[in-house]
């Protein structure tokens, strides 16, 4: 067996199960059975994923830690959001028995299942295994019916080690080619669902997410550039989360000519990772907000394994050892290695002519 393989097997079967819950809280929301304000659907999504995915996390390595974005201290108050959280844990199960079984079995009660939740409460830091779940990322995207994803990585004395991504409404085919309108409307359409992971030194793979865990997955990797102005990049859609301005302005100064792909997520993150997308850019809109470790941890590794580098603005690499957030960074700039310090000195020009 080589190294991590449990650990990834368990990651990637925890991925898979907790987006078949997210997919039902979609769909109960588009029937109108969960309230159409528009926090609670993504409230409930994200507690039951989180508790899920602790959940086979606590039975297979119960002296694991992990930082976790959802805590439940609102669910132990407002006992009607539990109990429809917890009819959605306890009736999400993988179709596969034995993988099932590979998880450890389902959450045994309301209580445990709060328990779970609140276990992602680790401070983090540079010490022993540490998990990074974002049980929904890209919730704006969720709510769209365009792009989110289940985030879960471990890092091992503050280097990710393990990372999976499942994108429930991407494209399987890696080889799609990422359309403009990626982000929007792209729930339950024919061939949508992929989960992609890595291990540290082992290359990364992509899969089908209705059949994770079920043979190996096929290895990706980025698309070579060989004229940058011809490069495909992707930015979130939210400009509250990075400025699209900066990150137009760095377009021109590569003199890239295609419109940037907006979509949310990490689903960037895997969407470079398989040459489907070239550069990612996440340039900062606020001098005080620090990314949190969760919405990248899966993401860079993916990317990296792929033959990708993935810094901050300023070239250096993301430290994920300083606590729930990235503490020592600023923003993001991921592309295939070759350009990477190409599109870097791009970054930097723009950035210091503010
Ligand atoms: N001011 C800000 N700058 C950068 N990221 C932010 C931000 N405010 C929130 N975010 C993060 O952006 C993530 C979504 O990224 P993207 O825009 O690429 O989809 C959110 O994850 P969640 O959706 O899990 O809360 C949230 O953690
Ligand atoms: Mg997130
Ligand atoms: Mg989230
Ligand atoms: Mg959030």
């Known amino acids: 067996m080589s190294i991590y393989s449990k650990e990834l097997e368990v990651a990637e079967l925890a991925v898979q199960r907790a987006s078949i819950l997210t997919k039902k809280v979609f769909h109960e929301k588009a029937k109108g059975t969960v309230s159409k304000d528009d926090k609670s659907p ?40 539990r109990d429809q959280i917890w009819a959605l844990v306890e009736g999400t199960k993988l179709a596969d028995a034995e993988a099932e079984k590979v998880l450890g079995g389902p959450v045994e009660s309301v209580e445990a299942m709060l328990d779970a939740i609140d276990a992602g409460n680790s401070a983090g830091g540079s010490r022993g295994r540490i998990w990074a779940l974002d049980p929904i990322d890209g919730t704006k995207g969720f709510l769209r019916g365009g792009q989110y994803a289940v985030c879960l990585a471990l890092m091992v004395d503050g280097d990710v080690k393990v990372g999976v991504l499942g994108c429930p409404n991407l494209p399987i085919d890696d080889s799609a080619p990422l359309a403009a309108d990626a982000g929007v409307d792209q729930t339950d359409a024919e061939g949508k669902g992929v989960l992609f992971s890595a291990v540290s030194g082992q290359g990364a793979v992509s899969r089908p997410l209705g059949t994770a865990g079920l043979g190996k997955g096929q290895p990706i990797h ?63 809109t606020s001098a005080t907000y620090q990314e949190k470790i969760w919405d990248h941890a899966a993401g860079d590794l993916i990317v990296r394994e792929a033959g990708g580098q993935v810094t901050d603005t300023l070239g250096r690499r993301l430290d994920f050892s300083k606590g729930r957030t990235l503490a020592e960074n600023k923003g993001v700039v991921a592309a295939p290695i070759a350009v990477h310090d190409h599109v870097l000195e791009a970054v930097k020009e723009v950035l210091s002519k503010k």
């Open 42 to 81: 993504v409230t409930i999504g994200d507690f039951g994923a989180q508790a899920l995915i602790i959940q086979a996390i606590k039975k297979n390595f119960p002296n694991d830690e992990v930082v976790g974005e959802e805590e439940a201290s609102t669910l132990r108050d407002d006992h009607k959001l």
């Open 222 to 284: 980025m698309k070579p550039v060989n004229d940058i102005t011809q490069a495909t990049f992707c930015e979130s859609v939210e400009a509250g989360h990075s400025s699209h301005g900066d990150q137009h302005a760095i377009a021109l100064k590569l003199r890239i000519s295609k419109p940037s792909v907006r979509m949310d997520s990490q689903a960037k993150y895997g969407s470079i990772a398989r040459g489907a997308g070239d550069i990612y850019l996440r340039l900062p």
